[in-house]
């Protein structure tokens, strides 16, 4: 897949068909996310792929920003010691959230290689999803993606325009 297409095509899903989502695909979409760049390479992620109804109405009842149950989520949490150790103290206030963001647009576009649709959700009730997925010290939730195919198109919101959000100063020819 064109790398700007994916870029482009890629849109926050909300609204998924029943359909399942095959374990095969659910892992791909993991183990392309762990490919992509972290603080002094430390890697300080943990992923958990949900298909379990049961554990997925929990996860939603806690979750303002999860408005209808998708087939699959996939959580990102970070692990507080192993990016403490790497990275030092700049890891814990700054670099965790970096990473576990740059991990879920990694699997987010993996995603849309696969025909899937996705959203990044940051809006969760933190400490009810932690221990609906057994998710403890040191390790933090940070993210979660929901997952599954959709119907049609999803409308692109709107997007700041190029000109309104670059600013060069550029070396005189
Ligand atoms: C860090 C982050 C947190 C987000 N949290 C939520 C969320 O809790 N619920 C939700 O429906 N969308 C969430 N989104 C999706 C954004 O609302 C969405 O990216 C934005 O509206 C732009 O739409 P697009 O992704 O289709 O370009 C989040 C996105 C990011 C990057």
Do not use: H
Request: proline share 4%; glycine share 4%; aromatic share 8%.
């Amino acid at each position: 897949m064109d790398i700007e297409a994916a870029i482009k095509n890629r849109r926050s899903v909300r609204n998924y068909l029943s359909k399942k989502v095959a374990i095969s695909e659910l892992e791909r979409i993991v183990d392309m996310a762990r490919y992509a760049p972290t603080s002094s390479n430390s890697q300080a992620w943990k992923f958990q792929i949900v298909t379990d109804d049961a554990y997925l109405k929990d996860i939603v009842t806690f979750s303002a920003g999860i408005w209808k149950k998708p087939p699959a989520i996939l959580a990102i949490s970070m692990d507080r010691d192993i990016a403490l150790k790497r990275t030092g103290k700049q890891a814990l206030e700054e670099t965790i959230y970096y990473d576990a963001g740059i991990a879920a647009y990694a699997a987010s576009l993996e995603a849309q290689a696969l025909g899937l649709g996705s959203c990044i959700i940051a809006s969760f009730n933190k400490k009810a999803v932690a221990a609906l997925l057994a998710i403890e010290p040191p390790l933090e939730p940070m993210l979660m993606l929901t997952l599954g195919y959709f119907m049609g198109e999803v409308k692109m919101p709107a997007k700041r325009g190029l000109n309104e959000v670059l600013d060069m100063r550029l070396a005189k020819e």
